[in-house]
């Protein structure tokens, strides 16, 4: 839902996962939120979903997960590469 808000068009998602990270949470304006953090010693990895979306929508999903997020670049236990956001 959020998706289709942000982009403008609905995504397919494909469960995936990534490793070197662990989850915490995050208040923004009294909410909390889960984000991930760079920790290369973390055990197992982190289940979530990745989709595709056309390049110029980057900028779209940057504004919405604001300065509180950074996008980093990963590589999916399955071998592609994909943009996370992290503290």
């Known amino acids: 839902k959020v998706r289709k808000e942000i982009l403008g068009y609905s995504t397919i998602v494909t469960k995936s996962s990534i490793s070197g990270f662990r989850t915490e949470e995050i208040v923004l304006s009294g909410k909390s939120y889960p984000i991930l953090v760079h920790d290369e010693n973390q055990q197992g990895d982190i289940m979530g979903g ?16 604001s300065s509180a997020y950074r996008r980093k670049m990963v590589q999916t236990s399955d071998k592609k590469m994909a943009w996370v956001f992290c503290r």
């Not at 990745?50 to 997960?65: A, L, R, V």
């Open 50 to 65: 990745c989709f595709e979306i056309i390049s110029s929508d980057i900028q779209k999903i940057d504004e919405y997960e």
